[in-house]
């Protein structure tokens, strides 16, 4: 099935536009060609906005990994999480928190913030107040125990 053509829809747009009037307008046939070219052009112009939105639409990025390493361990994330004594990345250290920092990832980059903890959270040797972006090699000190950033 193809397309209807601009005549077509300015027709169809035309009609519907003079069935929402109260006062009686004449049909298609009888308004005059510039009025025809009118809603011709307006209808073109509604056709190339559209198809203009629809290309510049943007695709998620797709979130990477974040492989962070503690003492020996390994371990690797797609998502979203907490990192302390009860968080998805487990800490037995007395000086954190039970949800000490999150992890998140946004455009494709991964960022870590501390949640309010009483001993903070440390990237690189600075105590962070908002959210960091994460860089391999990144060095994450939550208490005393030290992560390092492997791969984001």
Not at 48 to 64: G, L
Not at 119 to 140: E, F, H, S, Y
């Amino acid at each position: 099935m193809s397309s209807p053509g601009p005549e077509n829809l300015a027709r169809t747009a035309y009609e519907a536009h003079r069935a929402a009037q109260r006062a009686p307008l004449p049909p298609w046939e009888d308004i005059s060609e510039i009025d025809r070219q009118a809603w011709r052009a307006a209808v073109a112009a509604v056709a190339d906005q559209a198809s203009r939105a629809s290309k510049t639409v943007a695709e998620p990025v797709p979130s990477p990994s974040l492989l962070i390493q503690v003492g020996d361990e390994r371990h690797s994330f797609h998502a979203e999480f907490t990192a302390g004594r009860l968080g998805a990345l487990g800490i037995t250290d007395e000086f954190a928190s039970g949800h000490h920092a999150r992890f998140t990832t946004s455009r494709g980059r991964w960022y870590v913030e501390d949640l309010g903890s009483t001993n903070g959270t440390w990237l690189n040797g600075r105590r962070i107040t908002a959210a960091q972006w994460l860089k391999k090699g990144d060095k994450i000190w939550i208490g005393h125990t030290l992560m390092t950033v492997v791969s984001a």
